[in-house]
């Protein structure tokens, strides 16, 4: 029987606006996103029961439905039954590189390689669109982690506009291992403090988006101009998560200190990255933030910024 294994890379945010209120309780951003090659391995392949099944190398990972990942294959066997009855149920093994609850979309990415694996072992052939669509019924970020790269986000995240490649850009990842924050928690915390700046008018919506298309951020990824990329790093998020986690505060004042282009919380938390220009310079920094926060339960990874989404690793017949 095939099967496939798939590389699924997290995403961190260049910029995170949000602009108001949504009647579906979510709210409008204005976001850049960028894929960067650390990455989970997804593993598919059908099997002779008629279940779903997740087997996960990190046992605080759930196996049922509180798993995206578990939910993109429920949501598959719904839309296509013809073919779950065909192909019969389906395993999935997660080895787990992306932290989760991390800003990273860890979770996200692995669901968005359950739609593309589900496509290959049923020979859908689906179109990325169609997978897109697919996504955003599962997540606001499982559009955007089907096809990567970099990327303008708007709506609840998952209307896309891609962007020129970005190449040559690092970052140090820093995460306090046993400091999640919760997404909604974040949100609901955004909404009560600054409710009263959101914008009411679907016409403000609109002129913000045409702010970002036009801006500042999105010239300088068209110039790649690293420098200005850096300056202009932005999270609203962090007006709300810094002042309740003060040592999530601390990792970017921190890597404020170092030469580096910029540091941010990645979406809501709690990965704080720097952005460097070189492998080299994410070494260094990643030495000087070891000696500067000697915390065992600080974890730091490089990572490289990396232009696809989920892509196949290999396919086993
Ligand atoms: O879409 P997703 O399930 O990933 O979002 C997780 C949570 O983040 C939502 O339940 C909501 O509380 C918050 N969120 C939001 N507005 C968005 C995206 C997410 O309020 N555009």
């Not at 029987?1 to 961190?12: C, E």
């Not at 759930?62 to 779950?84: D, H, I, V, W």
């Not at 689906?126 to 970099?150: H, K, N, R, W, Y």
């Not at 709506?155 to 020129?164: A, T, V």
Request: hydrophobic share 40%; charged share 20%; net charge negative.
């Amino acid at each position: 029987m095939r099967s496939y294994s798939l590389l699924a890379p997290a995403k961190i945010n260049l910029y995170l606006e949000i602009v108001g209120d949504r009647p579906d309780g979510y709210h409008e951003l204005v976001m850049l996103l960028q894929s960067i090659d650390l990455a989970d391995q997804v593993d598919l392949r059908s099997s002779s029961t008629d279940k779903i099944l997740i087997h996960c190398d990190n046992p605080n990972i759930p196996s049922g439905k509180e798993n995206l990942a578990y939910r993109a294959a429920e949501l598959m066997t719904r839309q296509f039954p013809e073919c779950f009855a065909r192909y019969g149920g389906i395993e999935i093994t997660l080895h787990k590189h992306i932290p989760a609850e991390a800003g990273l979309a860890g979770g996200s990415t692995d669901a968005a390689a359950v739609l593309v694996g589900i496509d290959l072992l049923w020979d859908l052939g689906l179109t990325q669109i169609e997978l897109q669509d697919l996504g955003a019924m599962l997540g606001s970020d499982v559009p955007f982690c089907v096809a990567g790269g970099t990327a303008i986000a708007t709506g609840r995240g998952e209307q896309l506009n891609p962007l020129p490649d970005l190449e040559n850009l690092y970052v140090v990842l820093a995460k306090y291992r046993n400091l999640p924050v919760s997404t909604v928690w974040a949100y609901q915390a955004y909404r009560q403090r600054y409710y009263d700046t959101y914008l009411p008018a679907e016409a403000d919506w609109q002129a913000r988006r045409q702010h970002i298309h036009s801006g500042p951020m999105v010239a300088a990824i068209a110039h790649r101009d690293h420098v200005a990329i850096g300056h202009l790093l932005h999270n609203d998020l962090e007006k709300v998560v810094f002042p309740e986690f003060p040592k999530i505060a601390h990792l970017r004042d921190t890597f404020k200190h170092f030469d580096i282009l910029g540091t941010l919380m990645s979406g809501s938390g709690s990965t704080v990255f720097a952005l460097v220009e070189s492998q080299t310079q994410a070494q260094q920094i990643q030495q000087q933030m070891q000696t500067a926060i000697a915390d065992p339960t600080l974890d730091l990874w490089i990572s490289k910024f990396t232009n696809t989404g989920i892509r196949l690793a290999s396919t086993v017949n």
